[in-house]
């Protein structure tokens, strides 16, 4: 079984600029959900998706947002970028929405840089 | 406010013996801990996890404590390989924050032959 991908790995913006990222969950999962990890911080809840529905968010401002597909697949779009966005986007899958407590699969991450 | 802490950014072990990764939380709600490795370039991978009603958990050469009274959790691995050198993410979650995970900020371990 494939596990997590998620498209592009590495992506260079400017500062202004939007960027979105793709995550393809495992087949059979319908819950997606997307982290920030910087070294500073760690990993940092950014929201969560079930059946199309997002179901958690986590305290980010409003330029974040993200929607899931009928197929599971998951973007999430990051609006006038800022350099404190670069960072490690990392999207995980699970059978059932995350208060079922099931396993989460992460994916590889993409790696953003602001410039 | 971090609840939940790796006080130790690394750990250096030699090979064969044990690595001990510690974790402590600060929200008492907390009820199931989870234990996560990070190789560079790619995502957590799930390692084990424990419930709060257990102290003890064992999966192989990788085992977790956990001392509810001091907010406390180890993972221990016994004997350790040089296959086990990652980053090591602790996490815990309870019903009431709809089991978001919360994560520490991780313990690089090295295993050196």
């Known amino acids: 079984k494939a596990g997590v991908t998620q498209t592009p790995r590495y992506l260079i913006k400017t500062r202004g600029q939007q960027v979105t990222l793709s995550c393809s969950p495992i087949?059979?999962?319908?819950?997606v959900s997307w982290y920030q990890q910087t070294p500073g911080q760690g990993l940092q809840f950014l929201f969560e998706y079930f059946s199309e529905t997002q179901r958690n968010k986590g305290n980010f401002p409003g330029r974040f947002s993200g929607r899931q597909f009928s197929n599971s697949r998951s973007e999430m779009n990051v609006s006038t970028l800022e350099l404190g966005d670069s960072a490690l986007y990392l999207c995980?899958?699970?059978?059932?929405?995350?208060?079922?407590?099931?396993?989460?699969?992460f994916g590889p991450g993409t790696r953003l840089t602001v410039l | 406010d971090q609840q939940v802490k790796q006080n130790s950014p690394s750990l250096s072990v030699q090979e064969g013996r044990i690595s001990i990764l510690n974790c402590d939380y600060t929200?008492?709600?907390?009820?199931?801990f989870l234990w996560y490795k990070k190789y560079p370039a790619e995502g957590p991978t799930f390692l084990i996890s424990i419930s709060s009603i257990k102290d003890k958990n064992e999966d192989g050469r990788f085992t977790v404590f956990l001392n509810k009274s001091a907010k406390h959790l180890s993972l221990h691995i016994v004997p350790s390989q040089p296959g086990d050198s990652a980053v090591y993410f602790c996490?815990?979650?309870?019903?009431?924050?709809?089991?978001?995970?919360?994560w520490g900020l991780g313990t690089s371990l090295a295993v050196n032959p």
């Open positions: 995980a899958s699970s059978l059932g929405p995350t208060s079922s407590a099931d396993t989460q699969y």
């Open positions: 929200n008492s709600m907390f009820d199931y």
């Open positions: 996490a815990a979650t309870f019903p009431g924050n709809n089991r978001k995970l919360i």
């Open positions: 087949s059979g999962h319908r819950s």
